[in-house]
């Protein structure tokens, strides 16, 4: 079964920027869509992001796009999400997933997991206004 493991939250000010990272094992990694999702206290689960097998055309929620950028290392498995502007709203669990092979797929956003891989702990992003 793939696993993940998230690095790189912390603590920043509303306006700032932070670089999550990602690395998968288990898995194939550079056979996957790969993505990002988020969770805040109390609220559900919800995609941010995801990107191809080859790294081209990613994809972004409306509520990061234009300040968030996805990337891509296959030969370190690793997975990264930029994120810049950050706003109260980004506070979140951030959690890194497998979403499918080959590219992304048109429900990526609502994906919710799947039996080849182990949510990861994720990495708490948290801004201060």
């Known amino acids: 079964q793939g696993q993940v493991v998230e690095s790189g939250g912390g603590l920043v000010q509303a306006g700032g920027s932070l670089r999550l990272s990602c690395t998968a094992s288990g898995l194939i990694f550079a056979a996957y869509a790969m993505g990002w999702f988020r969770q805040a206290p109390g609220k559900e689960r919800e995609g941010v992001s995801c990107i191809g097998w080859r790294g081209g055309s990613p994809y972004y929620s409306e509520s990061v796009k234009g300040r968030f950028t996805i990337s891509r290392d296959n030969a370190k498995n690793s997975l990264y999400l930029q994120m810049n502007s950050l706003k109260p709203e980004d506070a979140a669990m951030y959690y890194c997933?497998?979403?499918?092979?080959?590219?992304?797929?048109?429900?990526?956003?609502?994906?919710?997991?799947?039996?080849?891989?182990?949510w990861g702990q994720g990495t708490q992003v948290t801004v201060s206004s």
């Open positions: 997933a497998p979403i499918a092979v080959g590219d992304c797929p048109g429900s990526w956003i609502t994906f919710t997991g799947a039996r080849y891989f182990a």
